[in-house]
């Protein structure tokens, strides 16, 4: 074993754990620490003699055992899950009442002050899906209303849910004659250990679901298959959109089946759990009509609007920007179905770079599952992409709320330049063969 190789992947740990105790209104801090450990990352992953499977596989586990010990500083959305959590073990149906209004209705149910403070989303309905709201009620019957209880019964999950898709990653590199060692390409990241298990974001359920929906397709067990990609919706909606990019050998008549069956299986679900409240619908809306954090294309289509109407347009934008992302969508499955060379994990990559590309909101722990589908995929940009979308935490700069527009620009610049130079390089490459 290197022993370079064990002291870089020492230090990798020692600066991982130092930066989950950042917090994010010190943003030089953060980005000078996490810029050291993407470094390690870098080096360990991507080096000339990378590190091994089995030292890598250790120092991940390891990275993630650790992060039981920190609270998440870089993200306050799990005080809403503790909330809905409550509310369920109450018999209140999250979806049925805001915070605040909950806050001036005593005789419906006395609130915790304390968590009710520390919301984000006092205005708001819970926007979060049937699984992540089985969870929560979950967490909060087995924990009871201890904060700290809570957040470990979370870490806990996704630890599981993180194990999950390595080891599925794993088995689908080796179907896909790829090296196993490109899981550490997932495992090692610094970005997925603080977004996923540091900071309690639920996608890891998301895409382990997703990872075993394809895997289950493969071996021609068509039911199991839509019972997990089910499941992955129902654990966040942005899955739904991957139904027609499924492996190529279920089209056209099985694609169909698969495809009808796995929505009316979600609605039915998202029915008996959601019901008659439907206000959450209302909550979700705001992220493409009023929501607005480290866009790209938005960013420079709203300072249009200023330019010719004086005010944000975002109401007007958000659809128009929803119309441009189905054309491009239709355009890549197109291909996709046209072209042999275009794969499931290529077509799936592209179509949600191109989602996140024309989102009025985009944050960090969103870039997880682009870096997934890259790890089977043999493209890069997603990796260079975890680094960069840390520039997004300006935002909380000194407790402030305010975005610095020229960090944003660098990040999609420097993230346009990287995608344009792979482009050019598989390009040629390809002319060569």
Known sequence: MNLKHILSGILWLVIM???QQISRSNFHLLWFSYSLAFGCYVWLVFGKKSIT?????SLALIARLVSFFFDPLLSDDYFRFIWDGMLINEGIHPMAYTPDFLATHPNIISIQQGLYEALNSKPYYSVYPPVAQWLFGLSYYVCG???????????GILLAADMAIVYLLYKLLIKRNLSADRVLIFALNPLIILEFMGNLHMDGIMIASLLWAIIL???????????AMAFSILSKF???????????????????????????ISLIILWFSFGIHTGWLKSINLWF???????????????????????NTIAILG??????????????????????????ASAMLFLLTLFFLFSTTIHPWYIGILLVLSVLSKH?????WTYLIVLSYSHYDAGGYSENYWLIATEYLLLGAFMLWEWKCKKATKRIV
């Not at 499977?53 to 596989?57: K, P, Q």
């Not at 790209?296 to 709203?302: E, G, P, Q």
């Open 17 to 19: 754990i130092w930066v």
């Open 53 to 57: 499977l089995r030292l890598g596989l």
């Open 145 to 155: 209303p201890n904060l700290i209880a809570n957040v470990i019964c979370y870490k």
């Open 217 to 227: 397709t493969e071996e021609k067990s068509l039911l199991g298959s839509v019972g």
């Open 238 to 264: 942005l899955t739904v959109m991957l139904l027609p990019f499924m492996p190529k050998h279920l089209y056209w008549k099985k694609i169909s089946i698969f495809s009808i069956l796995t929505v009316v």
């Open 289 to 311: 009509q009023s929501f607005e954090f480290n866009a790209s294309v938005y960013y420079l289509v709203r300072s249009l609007g200023y330019l010719l109407k004086g005010y």
């Open 319 to 344: 659809p128009a920007m929803a119309v441009g992302f189905l054309f491009g969508a239709l355009v890549i499955w197109t291909k996709y179905l046209r072209t042999a060379s275009l794969d499931w």
């Open 380 to 384: 890069s940009y997603p990796v260079v």
